[in-house]
């Protein structure tokens, strides 16, 4: 039975059909946090993102397609997030096991970076074929072709809210103006959270957010206002309140591996800030199975108040 939590969380999507909303249902009533109204998905977009040997040769296993949906069972994750090449090599193996969201769009690092565009690698149709749950896509909002992702998005959400499907945003700020310690930003994220929300996304992921502020005219206003900024929890109830005042279900990434100490720190400040959960991919797949199934476990415990 839906527990009350997720009703309340489906409520808050007044437009969706029953389609996108039953696969919204899936990834909130799967895993080891089922019914909880909280979200740990592993995300392996990486080998395209960063490249094979920066993102695998850490855990050589990882190398294997199958290794990561095997990873996303064993710990009881919500979802398994990847790109299309990486879905099809287990979408057979691993029908029905756990829900699927397929990333659409894809850049790689043999470009200059300043102004990113990625490029479009995967549809609606190959993610209804491969029996998933929600598409993904991201958007770098700082950039100079950001309005190119935007439209691009639009039609793709279109077409997969038509559907049945979930939409999940990366919303990762980046570009020519924004500094490097910018693109981590409190108001910064704080805007690419309500981007995300504002371009329809069901699901929006961004990075954790720093107490530094990029926008001199928001220091302004955040300092005018006694915006809390100053710990953890307090930036991570912002970012929540900037998407839509909590009704819509906003998750963080883990960034690159670090220790777990400090992972479980950053878990503790979105589950006391009122955020909905993590995406934890490098951290994941880059340790041994048997640390990563750990630490996943233990992060899905702090979750579930358990410690």
Same mark, same amino acid.
């Given at each position: 039975?839906?527990?009350?939590?997720?009703?309340?969380?489906?409520?808050?999507?007044?437009?969706?059909?029953?389609?996108? *909303?039953?696969? *919204? !249902?899936?990834?909130l009533?799967?895993?080891?946090?089922?019914?909880?109204?909280?979200?740990?998905?592993?995300?392996?977009?990486?080998?395209?993102?960063?490249?094979?040997?920066?993102?695998?040769?850490?855990?050589?296993?990882a190398?294997?397609?199958?290794?990561?949906? &095997?990873?996303?069972?064993?710990?009881? #994750?919500?979802?398994?997030?990847?790109?299309?090449?990486? @879905?099809?090599?287990?979408?057979?193996? %691993?029908?029905?096991e756990?829900?699927?969201?397929?990333?659409?769009?894809?850049?790689?690092?043999l470009?200059?970076?300043?102004?990113?565009?990625?490029?479009i690698?995967?549809?609606?149709e190959?993610? *209804?074929? *491969?029996? #998933?749950?929600?598409?993904?896509?991201?958007?770098?909002?700082?950039?100079?072709?950001?309005?190119?992702?935007?439209?691009?998005? /639009?039609?793709?959400?279109? &077409?997969?809210?038509?559907?049945g499907?979930?939409?999940?945003?990366?919303?990762?700020?980046?570009? &020519?103006?924004?500094?490097?310690?910018?693109?981590?930003?409190?108001?910064? #994220?704080?805007?690419?959270?309500?981007?995300?929300?504002?371009?329809?996304?069901?699901?929006?992921?961004?990075?954790f957010?720093?107490?530094?502020?990029?926008?001199?005219?928001? !220091?302004?206003?955040?300092?005018?206002?006694?915006?809390?900024?100053? /710990?953890?929890?307090?930036?991570? !109830?912002?970012?929540?309140?900037?998407? %839509?005042d909590?009704?819509? @279900?906003?998750?963080?990434?883990?960034?690159?591996?670090?220790?777990?100490?400090?992972? %479980?720190?950053?878990?503790k400040?979105?589950?006391?800030?009122?955020? %909905?959960g993590?995406?934890?991919? !490098?951290?994941?797949?880059?340790?041994?199975?048997?640390?990563?199934?750990?630490?996943?476990?233990?992060?899905?415990?702090?979750?579930?108040?358990? &410690?």
């Amino acid at each position: 039975m839906m527990s009350d939590r997720v009703k309340q969380i489906l409520g808050w999507y007044e437009s969706d059909n029953p389609g996108s *909303l039953a696969n *919204l !249902r899936r990834m909130l009533g799967t895993g080891t946090l089922a019914d909880t109204g909280k979200m740990v998905i592993l995300p392996v977009d990486q080998g395209f993102e960063h490249g094979p040997a920066r993102s695998f040769a850490p855990n050589p296993p990882a190398y294997n397609p199958h290794y990561h949906f &095997e990873l996303a069972l064993e710990a009881g #994750c919500n979802a398994y997030a990847a790109p299309l090449g990486f @879905i099809e090599a287990g979408a057979r193996s %691993f029908a029905g096991e756990l829900p699927l969201i397929l990333k659409l769009n894809n850049h790689e690092l043999l470009h200059d970076e300043r102004n990113p565009m990625p490029a479009i690698t995967a549809s609606v149709e190959h993610a *209804l074929r *491969l029996g #998933c749950a929600a598409i993904g896509f991201t958007v770098y909002p700082g950039s100079a072709l950001n309005n190119g992702m935007y439209e691009q998005f /639009q039609a793709l959400s279109e &077409e997969a809210k038509a559907a049945g499907l979930a939409v999940v945003i990366w919303s990762y700020p980046r570009g &020519e103006n924004l500094s490097k310690e910018g693109e981590t930003a409190i108001d910064v #994220c704080a805007y690419a959270a309500q981007i995300a929300c504002q371009l329809g996304a069901h699901v929006v992921k961004i990075k954790f957010p720093s107490a530094h502020l990029e926008q001199e005219a928001a !220091r302004k206003v955040y300092e005018k206002e006694k915006v809390a900024i100053a /710990q953890p929890a307090e930036r991570i !109830r912002h970012i929540v309140q900037s998407a %839509f005042d909590g009704r819509r @279900i906003v998750i963080f990434s883990g960034g690159a591996i670090k220790g777990e100490a400090g992972l %479980f720190e950053e878990v503790k400040a979105i589950r006391d800030g009122g955020g %909905f959960g993590s995406i934890i991919g !490098r951290n994941a797949f880059q340790r041994p199975r048997k640390d990563a199934v750990a630490m996943l476990k233990k992060i899905m415990n702090i979750y579930a108040g358990k &410690e």
